[in-house]
């Protein structure tokens, strides 16, 4: 695929699905490469979710470094750094969210979230999919269940199956959504406290992420069963 058909790919995807915002193109540079000439950086600090949510409704192409990250949680699980010891240990989750009954618990959930090796990034690209200047790793789309419904469809249709997913009501458009994909699976999240807190994504929204390399046959499916 060239550029052209990841952005003729991402205008389907808008039309076809009847999406209200654009797909978003996510790219994680590594550690040492240099940042693609002409993407702005962001102008000021945010959470990832914040900036997935800003870029599908503005139409901005940007790129971030650890620096911009404020949730490091979230930067940690893309190799921007590392996890801090408390989201690392369970604490954040059991003493200060008190969402689990142990730190145990917490620290179980916490050690299998897909996470990429520490300081292993330098920045993330972001842009929506249907302008984007450059080749992403994965395509994250922020929509309704039925939307969801007619991606797994459209993915399906060339080889049957099933889509296993897996996650946990924690750093969903982060790890789910982003790292996840990155590693050669669909990831579909429901959303976590942080991405429900601090964006305008709707409680009746949830997110899919497409590793790039799986995007020509879900693309092909889609033109196939493509509601009129």
């Given at each position: 695929m060239d550029l052209k058909e990841i952005n003729d790919i991402g205008q389907e995807m808008v039309e076809c699905l009847k999406l209200e915002t654009s797909p978003v193109a996510v790219k994680?540079?590594?550690?040492g490469e240099e940042i693609p000439e002409g993407i702005k950086k962001?102008?000021?600090?945010?959470?990832?979710?914040?900036?997935?949510?800003?870029?599908?409704?503005?139409?901005?192409?940007?790129?971030?470094?650890?620096?911009?990250?404020?949730?490091?949680?979230?930067?940690?699980?893309?190799?921007l750094g590392a996890l801090p010891p408390k989201v690392a240990s369970g604490e954040f989750y059991y003493k200060g969210l008190k969402q689990f009954r142990t730190q145990e618990a917490a620290k179980l959930t916490i050690d299998m979230v897909?996470?990429?090796?520490?300081?292993?990034t330098e920045a993330v690209l972001y842009s929506p999919l249907e302008k984007t200047t450059f080749m992403p790793d994965?395509?994250?789309?922020?929509?309704?269940?039925?939307?969801?419904?007619?991606?797994?469809?459209?993915?399906?249709?060339?080889?049957?199956?099933?889509?296993?997913?897996?996650?946990?009501?924690k750093q969903s458009l982060c790890s789910d959504g982003v790292v996840?994909?990155?590693?050669?699976?669909?990831?579909?999240?429901?959303?976590?406290?942080?991405?429900?807190?601090?964006?305008?994504?709707?409680?009746?929204?949830?997110?899919?992420?497409?590793?790039?390399g799986l995007l020509p046959d879900l693309a092909a499916g889609l033109r196939e069963i493509c509601p009129n």
């Amino acid at each position: 695929m060239d550029l052209k058909e990841i952005n003729d790919i991402g205008q389907e995807m808008v039309e076809c699905l009847k999406l209200e915002t654009s797909p978003v193109a996510v790219k994680l540079v590594p550690k040492g490469e240099e940042i693609p000439e002409g993407i702005k950086k962001a102008d000021e600090a945010m959470r990832h979710c914040q900036f997935m949510d800003r870029v599908r409704r503005s139409g901005e192409e940007l790129y971030a470094l650890g620096e911009d990250q404020m949730c490091k949680g979230g930067a940690g699980v893309m190799g921007l750094g590392a996890l801090p010891p408390k989201v690392a240990s369970g604490e954040f989750y059991y003493k200060g969210l008190k969402q689990f009954r142990t730190q145990e618990a917490a620290k179980l959930t916490i050690d299998m979230v897909p996470t990429l090796a520490p300081d292993t990034t330098e920045a993330v690209l972001y842009s929506p999919l249907e302008k984007t200047t450059f080749m992403p790793d994965v395509v994250v789309v922020i929509c309704n269940p039925k939307q969801i419904m007619l991606l797994t469809q459209a993915y399906m249709y060339k080889t049957g199956g099933r889509l296993e997913v897996s996650f946990a009501g924690k750093q969903s458009l982060c790890s789910d959504g982003v790292v996840q994909a990155k590693q050669g699976e669909i990831g579909v999240t429901v959303g976590c406290s942080g991405s429900r807190a601090y964006t305008e994504i709707s409680d009746e929204e949830m997110t899919m992420g497409i590793p790039i390399g799986l995007l020509p046959d879900l693309a092909a499916g889609l033109r196939e069963i493509c509601p009129n």
